[in-house]
C-alpha cells in the first residue's frame, strides 16, 4: 500500500470488507504493505473494525498479523541511520591498541638497554 494513493487505500479496504471472511483477501492486502508506515494504516483499520465489532475474531487475527509482520521488519532491517558512534569507538580501540603497543615497546627497548 505504500505507492498507492488515498483514494486506492480506501477502494483496497472496501473490497476487503466485501470479502471479510476469505483468508486470501486479507493476505493480499497485507502483502501490499510492505513497509511500517503501509502497515500502521493497515492495522489502524483492523483495530477501527474490531473497535466497531470487538467480538471479530477476523478483525482481531489480521490485527495481531499486522503486528507480527511489522515486528519482522523492525526486528530484522538495519537500520536507515546506523548510529555514528562506531566510527569513534573504531578510533579510540585503534588509538588504545597504538599505546599499548607503544607503552610496549618502549618498555622491551628499555629492558633491553639496561634502564630500570
Known sequence: MGGLT???REAAWTLLKA??????AHRAFL???GD???LAEA???YKRALDDSPGDA???RWRDEVVTRAAA???FRP?????RRVPGLLFLGLALAFLVAATWALLRAAHRAGVR
Do not use: F, H
Request: hydrophobic share 40%; aromatic share 4%; net charge negative.
Open 6 to 8: 488515498a483514494s486506492e
Open 19 to 24: 470479502r471479510w471472511a476469505d483468508e486470501e
Open 31 to 33: 502483502d501490499r504493505a
Open 36 to 38: 511500517l508506515e503501509s
Open 43 to 45: 492495522g489502524a483499520r
Open 58 to 60: 477476523v478483525a482481531a
Open 73 to 75: 521488519i523492525a526486528l
Open 79 to 83: 537500520p536507515r541511520n546506523p548510529p
